[in-house]
């Protein structure tokens, strides 16, 4: 039973819709008062949700959100921020971070460069080309389409790889909504290579609970002009061009279906109009003939 509740609170965690896991931490706890044991257990949850998410969260002293994912774990519950070139503790139950301390991403170079000699110091130095030219590059695609956006950039697969990290969160809980977008690309420089997935989330629950889960899956595309450190820009212009017009097609994929929602299967919910075409005004039921007919039944 013990573990049947545990499973239960961490499928409830790892499936909180976006800007809710405090309500549905607190909607836990008020159904199991009796054993505050279940959160503890499910800490994992909490840690799965949290880099699932991208959730991003302010350092302390700092001022631009940075982003939680498996990318940028050290492990031990801290993670790194290449920008702000630091590192940081997360609490996964609370969302807070803190013990932020100085962290140099070259020196996670050191043993690469000393293993495979002098071709992969080159691999390092376009990777830092390139992830300084991305970052400008997507940092302002993100400011274009995205007002409430984080971006990061962090090395992978043995510095060969770039993933290119972009979370959108926009709430509006008094209007009982909110949303999430979010953005996994990778990048390989040797192969030119682009490839990703886009996931979006909203979450609808005035009178009701309507919730929208969709992911697409990007195929891999070839990116030009990657072949020396003076097309890192160019590379990182070409890059966000393709992303800018990959989500641009699924948003008017979103859009399309949206559209063949409300006009088919929703349509086919609804209630039918009357055959007057007029909206039913219950409370002057007594005016209309039917209700005349009941009243005329009930006095009889």
């Not at 595309?221 to 990657?226: A, I, R």
Request: hydrophobic residues 35%; proline residues 4%.
């Amino acid at each position: 039973m013990a573990s049947a509740n545990a499973a239960a609170v961490s499928a409830f965690i790892e499936g909180a819709p976006p800007g809710e896991l405090t309500d549905v931490v607190a909607d836990i706890k008020a159904l199991t008062p009796n054993d505050p044991a279940l959160l503890q257990s499910a800490k994992p949850a909490f840690e799965s949700y949290n880099e699932e998410q991208l959730t991003t969260v302010k350092l302390p002293g700092g001022g631009k959100p940075v982003l939680i994912s498996s990318y940028n774990s050290l492990g031990g519950g801290r993670y790194y921020d290449v920008e702000t070139q630091s590192s940081f503790a997360f609490d996964h139950t609370t969302q807070k971070a803190s013990a932020v301390q100085l962290y140099s991403l070259d020196s996670q170079h050191v043993d690469l460069i000393m293993s495979n000699k002098s071709n992969c110091k080159i691999l390092n130095f376009f990777l830092l080309l390139r992830r300084t030219a991305l970052q400008k590059s997507l940092s302002t695609h993100a400011g274009e389409h995205y007002p409430n956006s984080t971006v990061a950039i962090y090395p992978i697969s043995s510095d060969s790889t770039l993933v290119l990290l972009l979370v959108a969160n926009k709430y509006s809980p008094s209007n009982f909504w909110n949303g999430r977008f979010r953005t996994i690309y990778q990048f390989t420089p040797k192969t030119a290579s682009l490839s990703g997935s886009l996931k979006c989330d909203v979450h609808y629950y005035e009178d009701g609970n309507v919730r929208l889960t969709t992911s697409k899956n990007i195929s891999p595309t070839t990116v030009s002009s990657t072949s020396s450190t003076s097309s890192s820009s160019a590379t990182a212009i070409a890059i966000a061009k393709i992303i800018a017009a990959t989500e641009l097609k699924y948003h008017e994929e979103l859009n399309r279906g949206f559209t063949k929602l409300s006009e088919g299967e929703f349509k086919a919910l609804r209630r039918q109009l009357p055959v007057t075409r007029q909206k039913v005004e219950w409370e002057k039921i007594g005016g209309y003939r039917l209700g005349q007919d009941i009243g005329g039944a009930r006095a009889r």
